[in-house]
């Protein structure tokens, strides 16, 4: 092969020319290939940036949700809402947008679809809990706190997408950095090859050029270099020739080259300006999602600061403990509750609790370690003073990231205000069956001690003659009397008494009573007044008012068999809605306070809980009935008041009265009249009873004062009686409470075909007890047993003079001769 020297300048030529060709199309061609590259890598990094901006986005609306629904379950203010209602729908969306920026992502989508699934599950639980706080907010606390690995492992999640995506998009920023990096070593490599091609050339011409036309040639090259015209050449078709023509065709192929480069030139400046544009676009990206970034943390900030506000503004006590049982969490409800600051307590042991509660205490610890919840159970735990206190507490395990156990959370709540008015309803309610059955007892014993006294005052009025028979009812009478103030003092427990209230000066009544109260309790106890000046008065009965100062002057006499102090006060108050909140019956508004202490030996809580009770008694055979405090407790809740006793074994007694203050002046007591002996008469009166002895006796005492007297033992024989026109009825005498058919029904009938005729009621309750249960209408004529002969003949006797006093008032007789 011949050499490269010996080859003619044509074929020379054609070499030159060809290199240069070649080395552009090389250049052109590595060119393309980098640019596409390039391109292809600034798309999936800017797919990687939106999708990594999404799951950023998703992230934020999850956890606004999941605040949302914490705060709704710990404030009940649905004003927490919106974020979570708004959630479902935004979270498909995003993930539905990451989607379709992703369409052509080579890597697996399985992930994310999987952390969506998981994501709307997670919205369905806070639903669930969101319901569940509508009707149970602590059962709600509950639920969210068993949930909570949840949270933890979706937030892991999608801190593991994010990673992901955070790490594909630096791949594709290098990626892109490297295809940059090709195309520009593609822009130099080329222009060096082009370069060196046009100097060769050169070389070629220069050293082969030998005649007149190499000047030409030689002149064209330094127009070439300069890139002036090239001069014209001479023809030929030698070789030289063929070299001025190549070089004339190379010279308008640079030239052309040239304008090409610099085409390339400004295309490249032009991509250049736009990869800038996107690159500060990037950049832009980039600064808003860390602003985003940023806005999500003080979100997240905040949600904390609010949960921690919720927390502890809750009128709960909320606390938590770690493994060690030391305090981790104290709100500003437990400061309230046990006394303790949080400062004083964080990171030490729970101080709460009693040695007599540790069994407990340690059960709901292993409980909430083995994962279960404790909901509502009751126990007693101990303020800083050292008072126990009753809660009611729920207790659930704190979990960590791992679903591992961290300590437990409890709510607690203070029911001993629920506790005392539980027992007062309670006592009250026995109580008032206690009374229902005393009233009943004494109804049934009136009529018994009726019948004795009636007839022992009969035996009275005819046995002036016989002393011995004289004696022996006189002590028939005393017994009756004994029976009947036992039946009064049932009365007045079950609050069935008779009384005759008016107003009454309290510290005038106890001035009164002082000499006699010193009498009853004797000389080795000091009697104490403090009456205060200026206490309303009470409308009340002053001889059961004094019936409740002696009862509890003796028992507190009984107490102090040694001797002590009996203090009596009076005093105004005015009990507000938080005492009352705390004393079951008791209406807020002004009382009058009536308190009597004592030295004495005090009571257990065992006594006291019953020593209102009928027949209840401590002391000794023989030494009371039983009857005295529970006399006291009927005539207190008679007159509308409140009777609460203090008292601790060794520390005495106080027993505190309250009774409604009331409004005007207080009236001087009525003079007793002395009752005129009855006067007989010769009406016919229509007895009904359904107690034959008391029948018996009515009829007994009406007949021996002249009266003509028709016995009925029901009020359907009373009304067959009333039924004949011809049988005269001047008075219609019947008992109240009678079987089949009552005094009022009677009454009712008997006014029907008589109404003119006057009804007298008895009955072995009081007047007030009938006419507060409707037996009676307002005004009715009535009589509570037991009587005395001569009091039935009075008020008979009465009732009759006043219908006849009517009877001629309405119908004057006619005018007639003067009387002398």
């Known amino acids: 092969m011949p050499r490269y020297r010996d080859l003619p300048l044509r074929t020379k030529g054609l070499v030159v020319v060809a290199i240069p060709i070649v080395a552009f199309l090389v250049v052109a061609g590595a060119f393309y290939v980098a640019e596409q590259h390039r ?17 950023s986005r998703i992230r934020g609306v999850w956890e606004a949700a999941e605040v949302a629904v914490l705060g709704y379950v710990l404030s009940g203010n649905a004003q927490w809402l919106p974020p979570y209602e708004r959630a479902r729908s935004e979270i498909t969306d995003l993930f539905e947008q990451r989607r379709l920026v992703l369409y052509s992502w080579p890597g697996d989508h399985q992930q994310a679809e999987a952390l969506e699934r998981r994501i709307l599950d997670r919205l369905d639980t806070l639903g669930k809990i969101r319901a569940e706080a509508a009707v149970s907010p602590p059962a709600a606390a509950k639920m969210f706190a068993g949930a909570y690995a949840e949270h933890e492992a979706i937030r892991a999640a999608l801190k593991n997408l994010s990673a992901e995506e955070s790490r594909l998009l630096a791949d594709r920023m290098r990626e892109e950095a490297a295809a940059r990096h090709v195309t520009d070593l593609v822009v130099v490599v080329g222009g060096v090859l082009f370069a060196l091609a046009g100097g060769i050339l050169a070389m070629l011409l220069f050293t082969n050029t030998i005649s007149s036309r190499v000047t030409v040639l030689d002149e064209n090259a330094r127009r070439f270099a300069r890139g002036e015209p090239m001069l014209p050449v001479a023809p030929g078709n030698d070789e030289v020739g063929h070299l001025a023509a190549s070089l004339t065709s190379a010279a308008a192929v640079l030239a052309e080259r040239q304008r090409a480069l610099q085409d390339a030139a400004a295309e490249l400046e032009t991509r250049v300006n736009e990869r800038t544009a996107e690159l500060r676009q990037a950049n832009a990206a980039l600064a808003a999602e860390v602003a985003e970034r940023a806005r999500t943390q003080e979100q997240l900030e905040d949600a904390k600061r609010r949960v921690e506000a919720v927390i502890d503004a809750s009128p709960l006590a909320i606390l938590a403990l770690d493994t060690e049982d030391r305090v981790i969490g104290w709100n500003h409800a437990a400061e309230e509750l046990f006394g303790w600051k949080a400062e004083e307590v964080m990171g030490k042991p729970l101080p709460t609790v009693p040695d007599e509660e540790r069994h407990t205490f340690e059960d709901v610890v292993a409980r909430t370690r083995r994962g279960e919840r404790v909901v509502a159970q009751d126990v007693r735990r101990r303020r800083r003073d050292g008072s126990i206190v009753e809660i009611r507490l729920w207790v659930a395990p704190l979990f960590g990231p791992e679903r591992e156990i961290r ?22 309610q026995k109580m008032e069956a206690i009374g229902r059955l005393a009233g009943g007892v004494a109804h049934d014993f009136n009529n018994v001690i009726t019948v004795i006294s009636g007839y022992g005052q ?13 004696e022996a009812a006189e002590e028939v009478l005393n017994s009756a009397d004994r029976a009947a103030g036992l039946a009064r003092q049932l009365l007045a427990f079950s609050r069935r008494q008779a009384i005759q209230p008016r107003l009454l000066d309290l510290n005038e009544l106890v001035s009164n009573l002082q000499k006699l109260l010193g009498r009853v309790i004797g000389e080795d106890i000091e009697l104490k007044t403090i009456l205060r000046p200026g206490i309303a008065p009470v409308l009340a009965d002053p001889g059961q008012m004094e019936q409740v100062l002696m009862n509890l002057a003796v028992n507190a006499r009984d107490a102090m068999p040694n001797g002590g102090k009996l203090i009596v006060e009076t005093s105004n108050v005015t009990l507000d809605e938080s005492y009352t909140a705390a004393h079951a019956g008791v209406k807020p508004g002004s009382y009058v306070l009536l308190t009597i202490s004592d030295t004495g030996t005090g009571m257990t809580d065992e006594v006291k809980a019953h020593i209102f009770e009928p027949f209840f008694t401590t002391k000794e055979r023989g030494r009371g009935t039983g009857l005295g405090l529970s006399t006291v407790y009927g005539i207190v809740k008679q007159h509308g008041g409140d009777i609460w006793v203090y008292s601790e074994p060794g520390r005495g007694a106080t027993f505190k009265i309250y009774l409604p ?22 009406e016919t009166i229509l007895v009904v009873e359904d107690e034959e ?26 009304l067959e009686i009333a039924s004949n026109p011809a049988e005269h009825i001047d008075l219609l005498l019947t008992d109240v409470v009678m079987p089949r058919m009552g005094g009022r029904e009677l009454a009712r009938r008997f006014a029907l075909g008589r109404p003119d005729t006057p009804i007298l009621f008895l009955s072995g309750y009081t007047e007030e007890m009938v006419g507060d249960q409707g037996v009676l209408t307002p005004g009715a004529n009535f009589m509570s047993k037991p ?18 006093k009517g009877s001629a008032e309405d119908h004057p007789p006619p005018p007639g001769p003067a009387q002398p």
Do not use: C, H
């Open 407 to 428: 300590g437990n959370i409890g709510i607690m709540t203070d029911i001993s205000s629920q506790r005392r008015l539980e027992q007062q309803f309670a006592q009250s």
């Open 787 to 804: 009587f005395a002969p001569e009091e039935l003949a009075r008020r008979v006797r009465e009732i009759l003079d006043s219908v006849r």
């Open 458 to 470: 009969m035996l009275l009025e005819g046995a002036k003659d016989d002393p011995l028979l004289r």
């Open 693 to 718: 002895a008391v029948r018996k006796l009515l009829r007994d005492v009406l007949e021996q004062r002249g009266y003509r007297v028709l016995e009925a033992a029901s009020g359907a024989d009373a």
């Open 661 to 682: 203050a009331a409004e005007g002046a207080v009236a001087a007591p009525p003079e007793p009249k002395q009752a005129e002996p009855a006067r007989r008469g010769t």
């Open 39 to 55: 391109e292809e890598a600034d798309l999936w990094a800017e797919q990687a940036m939106r999708a990594r901006n999404l799951i």
